[in-house]
Nanobody, 117 residues
Framework: QVQLVESGGGLVQAGGSLSLSCAAS????????MGWYRQASGKQRELVAV???????NYADAVRGRFTISGEIAKNTVYLQMNDLKPEDTAVYYC????WGDGMNYWGEGTLVTVSS
């Protein structure tokens, strides 16, 4: 069973920075895109940022200009640089890998990011 493994979460003060990393435990081919999602307590999971196999990126309005997604889709790795963090960024962050060809989706177990005010 292929897994996505995230790392890099933690506690940071408002205005600080954190970097998240995600990698697949085994090679997954024909990936369409990889992304970061987050779920705050009592809220639904939401898309934070996505990067496609052509290198295109997209961001949620709430994080655009503060977060940067990067990665090598062919190597099944994705990163999220988070700057100028705010308390409202506090959430469990999940890595997702998507393959549109057969509708397969893979998810990490999540890493907690806590931003104190």
């Amino acid at each position: 069973q292929v897994q996505l493994v995230e790392s890099g979460g933690g506690l940071v003060q408002a205005g600080g920075s954190l970097s998240l990393s995600c990698a697949a435990s085994a090679k997954i081919s024909s990936v369409t895109n990889m992304g970061w999602y987050r779920q705050a307590s009592g809220k639904q999971r939401e898309l934070v940022a996505v990067i496609t196999n052509s290198g295109a990126t997209n961001y949620a309005d709430a994080v655009r200009g503060r977060f940067t997604i990067s990665g090598e889709i062919a190597k099944n790795t994705v990163y999220l640089q988070m700057n100028d963090l705010k308390p409202e960024d506090t959430a469990v962050y999940y890595c997702g890998l998507h393959r549109w060809g057969d509708g397969m989706n893979y998810w990490g177990e999540g890493t907690l990011v806590t931003v104190s005010s």
